[in-house]
């Protein structure tokens, strides 16, 4: 006879069992166990680069991202109370993401993450294939973000990545052309995590020009809605995929330093972003105000792929369940 005995449930967060999961809460005193068999097989994370939630969400009848207005949130959870609690500079900011850990890197791309990325458990696992992991970004200097200069992890279990404007690490590409990739990537490949960011709110933001920082969100506005349609039009995505649209940061407040041109600081509207989260496990058209961060975004893709992350600090993101978790 077999005895199991669970010692402990550590702070570490979850020990995955093919779907299922027993995960905890990251706080101490409360420490929850659960099952919850995912849906989502797939995991695409959308950042829009550096929009102020002034302008996005919080915009008098979110007249600038109308298709998230009418047609994403009614199918959406959404996060009013999300933070970059790290750096918010591009960089760090989606390190954050791939990895679950706030730390500081150098913005230019010279430097890969500290810590191990989402991307490298994913295609740790020696049933992945080539293309199952994407890396698909605007700016060339997000390539670092498939790799790590963690001890045992510098450049291994590397995902596909197309960075810049030929793909190749560097220089600032064009946002049409990114999502072309992206259809183009999923069509050819359907890899199972994906990571796209679109420039072009961040790039006019640092022009100082406030039309085409407008114009810019009313682009990512329709490119959301439009990987959202190559989701549903897609059988081996629709119903099955998890997507979530969020920010690597904000920009300065009014007021603070030069307001909307800038951002890196620790100012609110630096820290204030958003996330939209749509699938199949989500509940839809509901709003959630309770505080979640950048860094939960990794341990709740995690759980939804089925890994373990032992380096990631971030919290699974509960309310986002359709089904209370007991
Ligand atoms: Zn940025
Ligand atoms: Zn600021």
């Not at 990251?26 to 797939?42: D, I, M, P, Q, R």
């Not at 990512?220 to 649209?245: E, G, H, P, S, V």
């Not at 496990?281 to 089925?306: M, N, P």
């Amino acid at each position: 006879m077999k005895i199991v005995v669970i010692v402990a449930l550590s702070l570490a967060g979850a020990i995955p069992i093919g779907g299922l999961f027993l995960g905890t809460k990251s706080t101490k005193s409360e420490v929850f166990a659960l099952s919850y068999n995912f849906k989502a097989e797939n995991v695409i994370i959308l950042v829009i680069d550096g929009p102020r939630y002034k302008e996005t969400f919080g915009a008098e009848n979110m007249q600038y991202i109308p298709n998230f207005r009418d047609s994403l949130l009614p199918n959406a959870t959404f996060f009013d109370h999300f933070y970059n609690n790290g750096s918010t500079f591009t960089n760090a900011g989606h390190a954050s993401i791939t990895t679950g850990r706030y730390q500081k890197v150098e913005n230019s791309g010279l430097e890969v993450p500290k810590y191990p990325s989402i991307f490298q458990y994913f295609m740790r696992d020696k049933k992945r294939n080539y293309n199952d992991a994407w890396v698909i970004t605007s700016k060339g200097k997000l390539d670092i973000l498939a790799n790590s200069r963690y001890k045992g992890w510098e450049n291994t279990n590397i995902a596909r990545t197309w960075c810049g404007p030929s793909g190749e690490g560097f220089g600032y590409g064009n946002d049409t052309y990114t999502m072309t990739v992206v259809d183009s990537v999923m069509q050819n490949f359907h890899p199972r995590l994906i990571l796209i960011n679109l420039l072009e709110v961040d790039v006019q933001g640092h022009a100082g020009n406030w039309e085409k920082y407008l114009k810019g969100i009313q682009s990512t506005d329709k490119q959301a809605m439009a990987l959202w349609k190559m989701i549903q039009n897609d059988t081996i995505y629709k119903d099955k995929t998890a997507l979530f649209i969020t920010n690597d940061h904000g920009r300065h407040c009014d007021g603070h330093k030069d307001g909307f041109v800038s951002h890196g600081g620790g100012c609110s509207c630096c820290r204030h972003i958003s996330l939209t989260a749509l699938g199949p496990d989500f509940r839809k058209g509901r709003i959630v105000s309770e505080e979640y961060e950048l860094i939960d975004i990794t341990e709740t893709t995690a759980q939804i792929l089925g890994m373990d992350m032992p380096t990631s600090k971030g919290r699974f993101i509960y309310p986002l369940l359709k089904e209370e978790v007991k």
